[in-house]
């Protein structure tokens, strides 16, 4: 666990299941604080390390009827791959929300996190015959990186679960055509910065449209571009140090998520 959220263990609960619960409660504040909030819906989910559950697949989500800015370390429900609790809460699970992170989780062995977004201009994006445009700083950066899953409605259908893992192979970031935007990955910082680029990428693709034609990106440069990114470099931590520095940022604003 990085040294910006210091866990100690709290009374009863494993160490390492307090760590996870308090970055997992920390990103869901600084996704408030980012505005990356759809009312009480949407999710980030965060497989619990086998140190705790003993190599069984046991997840972190938010409880369903509280805004991202009440989520806590304390309050984070306790789920299996099927959605049930398995702790006590009065906050019930919003099956739509666990069914695709579900899948992804249980499909992919590196999606120790799953993270889910309705942001308007993700959300524009998505709704676009092109897709995300290969046109900027941002886009360049997720060459090769970027999957697409067709609209198919609420996402309640456990049936839907084959067709998405199918479109979306072993790509690490989705755009779930119509719907949202959709990042996984080995670690929280990571799945946290390739969403953060996505959105980035989105929010300069709908200002740029305005403007008229754009200035296209060759395959060339954006592999190149890809390759290069300090945002997947081991030295920069893949994330870690951008997750580091919002956290000490939340800290500042609101530091109730460690409870």
């Not at 990356?36 to 989910?45: A, F, K, L």
């Not at 929280?188 to 034609?213: E, I, N």
């Not at 945002?231 to 919002?246: E, I, P, S, Y």
Request: proline share 5%; charged share 15%.
């Amino acid at each position: 666990m990085n040294a910006v959220l210091k866990p100690a263990a709290k009374a009863g609960m494993h160490p390492d299941e307090w760590a996870v619960r308090l970055e997992l409660a920390a990103c869901y504040r600084i996704f408030a604080m980012l505005g990356w909030v759809e009312m009480i819906y949407n999710h980030i989910t965060l497989r619990l390390p086998d140190s705790v559950t003993g190599g069984q697949k046991q997840f972190l989500i938010n409880p369903f009827g509280l805004h991202y800015s009440e989520v806590t370390a304390s309050n984070l429900l306790k789920i299996d791959l099927q959605g049930n609790k398995l702790d006590e809460s009065p906050w019930p699970v919003n099956p739509a929300g666990f069914t695709v992170h579900a899948a992804i989780h249980d499909s992919v062995p590196d999606a120790h996190c799953v993270m889910h977004t309705h942001t308007t201009s993700g959300l524009a994006v998505a709704c676009t015959q092109g897709g995300l445009a290969q046109n900027n700083f941002y886009s360049a950066q997720l060459h090769g990186m970027v999957a697409y899953h067709d609209f198919e409605g609420i996402t309640v259908h456990a049936d839907e679960a084959p067709r998405l893992l199918a479109n979306m192979g072993h790509k690490p970031v989705l755009i779930l055509r119509n719907h949202g935007l959709l990042s996984w990955g080995k670690t929280l910082p990571l799945a946290f910065v390739r969403l953060w680029t996505l959105q980035r990428a989105c929010d300069v693709q709908v200002a740029q449209a305005a403007l008229g034609p754009a200035i296209p990106v060759s395959e060339a440069v954006a592999r190149k571009t890809t390759e290069d990114s300090f945002q997947w470099d081991q030295r920069f931590g893949a994330g870690r140090d951008v997750f580091d520095a919002l956290v000490r940022q939340v800290d500042r604003i609101d530091a109730s998520y460690k409870n």
